[in-house]
């Protein structure tokens, strides 16, 4: 089936640094990829659209200079938090499109990456 | 303003009965919607898609149904397991095949042996 990997699965960092997360689609191409955010007993809340070759779209509330998003090749996307405070500690979650399953498309979701910023 | 809410309580049943939980949406108007599993510290994975024209749709122990006129999904579990306890998202494409999902807060479902 579709797999899409997440490293790190977890980063501590200190606060002011800036971590890079990626997201690759394992046996699939995957022209867009999201990037969502939850927060402890919260749902996923998405936070941009990665498109392959082409600048992401985010969502509205969600600051493009802080979370930059490069989507280099068709199976790998990755989520840069600049200059990370402990208010952006979160579980960050990718999926990938473009993947079938039974007839029917559908994203498939990466295991996330704990983030916590001291 | 537009909203998809699921039932924020978790659900405990006993082991062996049926599991229903609720997903209900306003102001959307989806072409379909989709349910996911999320297990603790982990990222959903995908269960069922069902579209607008579709009333019903089983896999396995698993149905959902859509219900467009009520703005509302149902989801069973039939026979529970407690291998079944964990989050159940639903989610919907705001503007329909863009592939973007908005999430349900999910419902947490409890299968006690």
């Known amino acids: 089936g579709a797999v899409v990997s997440q490293h790190p699965s977890w980063v501590i960092c200190k606060s002011g640094t800036s971590v890079k997360i990626e997201c690759r689609s394992l046996d699939f191409q995957a022209t867009t990829m999201f990037w969502y955010r939850q927060f402890p007993k919260q749902s996923l809340m998405l936070m941009a659209t990665s498109n392959e070759g082409s600048k992401a779209t985010y969502e509205q509330g969600v600051e493009k200079d802080k979370f930059l998003i490069n989507h280099a090749s068709l199976t790998l996307s990755t989520l840069t938090v600049t200059s990370a405070h402990p208010e952006d500690s979160s579980f960050y979650i990718c999926?990938?499109?473009?993947?079938?399953?039974?007839?029917?498309?559908?994203?498939?979701f990466g295991p996330g990456t704990r983030l916590l910023v001291l | 303003s537009q909203k998809i809410e699921q039932n924020s309580e978790a659900l405990n049943i006993q082991e062996g009965k049926t599991a229903t939980l609720t997903c209900n949406y306003t102001n959307y108007s989806p072409a379909y919607l989709q349910w996911y599993r999320q297990d603790p510290g982990r990222g959903p994975v995908f269960l069922l898609l069902i579209r607008e024209n579709e009333k019903e749709k089983r896999k396995e122990r698993l149905k959902v149904t859509f219900d467009t006129t009520l703005k509302q999904s149902l989801f069973h579990i039939t026979a529970s397991q407690p291998a079944d306890s964990a989050t159940y998202l639903c989610?919907?494409?705001?503007?329909?095949?863009?592939?973007?999902?908005?999430f349900g807060q999910g419902t947490t479902l409890q299968v006690k042996p």
């Open positions: 989610a919907l494409d705001p503007a329909s095949n863009t592939g973007k999902l908005i």
């Open positions: 999926s990938a499109g473009g993947a079938r399953s039974g007839g029917e498309e559908t994203q498939y």
